[in-house]
């Protein structure tokens, strides 16, 4: 992350509309939108966001641009596993490190109480699954039409 202006940290409640209409416009632009992306949309609305800044096994972290927000990680933890929900990145701010950084500052976050993190990718999701091999992130399953599309499994010891 080169500006200085360019910073990560925790979603505060005064940026939870502006993060559920960052997630609305990025989830759109991906590839395999689908119904159940779409029903995505509605569980981060700036309403849910807002309880879910309450919930201590959610983690959602920002990356912003001065006042905009450029990056969107949402991960959960539950009984001493985590799993990556999002991580979702402004295309023009792609391949500078920020989707690195929220998840290394989520693996930090989750390390205390949790010891194994999973994520899933598309098979076509090639940026996505260098990225999470880049990480040490290793494919521990493929499930065929899950969710009505197939899914690789990543899993990450920390
Ligand atoms: C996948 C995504 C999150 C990557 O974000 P990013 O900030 O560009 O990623 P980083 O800059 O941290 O890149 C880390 C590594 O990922 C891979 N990568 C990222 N962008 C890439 C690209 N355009 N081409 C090839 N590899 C790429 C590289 O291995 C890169 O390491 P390198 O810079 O040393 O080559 C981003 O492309 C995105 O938002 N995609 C849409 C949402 C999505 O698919 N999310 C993942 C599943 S939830």
Do not use: C
Request: glycine share 4%; charged share 30%; proline share 3%.
């Amino acid at each position: 992350m080169q500006s200085n202006k360019i910073a990560i940290g925790r979603l505060k409640n005064a940026d939870a509309s502006v993060a559920a209409r960052f997630f609305k416009g990025a989830l759109k632009t991906l590839p395999y939108y689908s119904p159940e992306t779409r029903d995505d949309i509605a569980l981060y609305s700036s309403k849910n966001l807002r309880k879910d800044l309450k919930d201590r096994n959610l983690i959602l972290l920002v990356v912003k641009d001065d006042k905009k927000i450029i990056g969107f990680i949402s991960a959960s933890s539950h009984k001493a596993t985590g799993w990556i929900d999002y991580v979702l990145v402004d295309p023009n701010y792609r391949h500078r490190g920020i989707a690195s950084s929220l998840i290394r500052n989520t693996e930090r976050a989750m390390k205390r109480s949790t010891h194994k993190i999973w994520v899933d990718t598309s098979p076509d999701n090639l940026k996505a699954i260098k990225l999470f091999r880049k990480l040490g992130y290793k494919e521990i399953a493929r499930l065929g039409r899950y969710h009505n599309q197939d899914k690789i499994i990543w899993e990450k010891s920390l």
